[in-house]
T-cell receptor
Framework: GAGVSQTPSNKVTEKGKYVELRCDPI?????LYWYRQSLGQGPEFLIY????????DSGLPNDRFFAVRPEGSVSTLKIQRTERGDSAVYLC??????????????FGPGTRLTVL | KNEVEQSPQNLTAQEGEFITINCSYS?????LHWLQQHPGGGIVSLFM???GKKKHGRLIATINIQEKHSSLHITASHPRDSAVYIC??????????FGQGTELSVKP
């Protein structure tokens, strides 16, 4: 079966522009996570969805970052007025969240964002 | 101080050597992941464990909840094991907190 997919794989944009990054989770996975990995660092949590709602968005760095998951499957991470410091690999992961339990997360290949 | 610390940050080994990567954490967790990341590649989950020990092929992961410590062992290492190994702890609410990774290079 298909794993987690992310598009685009690479995105180059200019400072100040708006970008959207897409994540398609594994079919049937109710939990979806966004992480950001800067060069040479481990990933950092951004936001977590359970179904359509953002259960925890405490990792979003500021109000330029926003994410949606309107139908409980595909999610889009949106970044407004991009800055050079936003350059990183944006990772998406999904898991089957059963009641009271946290299950293994499966990661997508990431989107490498470069802000010039 | 990071909530998840890994050691060493870099490791070079000869093919066949036994390798250990350590992870210490300072927060309460639901479980701990060991992940593998190849250059330019995605992240693959190797193990998720909340107690004791798990084994998969040449890989062994252990965790001591009381000491807040986990180790990843690779037996009979091979050049194809060269990658970044990342420890990540699962916090209440489902989010992962990651260590900075250990870059492993296994020479033939």
């Amino acid at each position: 079966g298909a794993g987690v997919s992310q598009t685009p794989s690479n995105k180059v944009t200019e400072k100040g522009k708006y970008v959207e990054l897409r994540c398609d989770p594994i079919s049937g996975h109710t939990a979806l996570y966004w992480y950001r990995q800067s060069l040479g660092q481990g990933p950092e949590f951004l936001i977590y969805f359970q179904g359509t709602g953002a259960a925890d968005d405490s990792g979003l760095p500021n109000d330029r970052f926003f994410a949606v998951r309107p139908e409980g499957s595909v999610s889009t991470l949106k970044i407004q007025r991009t800055e050079r410091g936003d350059s990183a690999v944006y990772l998406c992961a999904s898991s089957q969240r059963t009641s009271g339990a946290y299950n293994e997360q499966f990661f997508g290949p990431g989107t490498r964002l470069t802000v010039l | 101080k990071n909530e998840v610390e890994q050691s060493p940050q870099n490791l070079t080994a000869q093919e066949g050597e036994f390798i250990t990567i350590n992870c210490s954490y300072s927060v309460g967790i639901s479980a701990l992941h060991w992940l593998q990341q190849h250059p330019g590649g995605g992240i693959v989950s190797l193990f998720m464990l909340s107690s004791g020990k798990k084994k998969h092929g040449r890989l062994i992961a252990t965790i001591n909840i009381q000491e807040k410590h986990s180790s990843l062992h690779i037996t009979a290492s091979h050049p194809r094991d060269s990658a970044v190994y990342i420890c990540a702890v699962l916090r209440e609410g489902g989010k992962l907190i990651f260590g900075q990774g250990t870059e492993l290079s296994v020479k033939p």
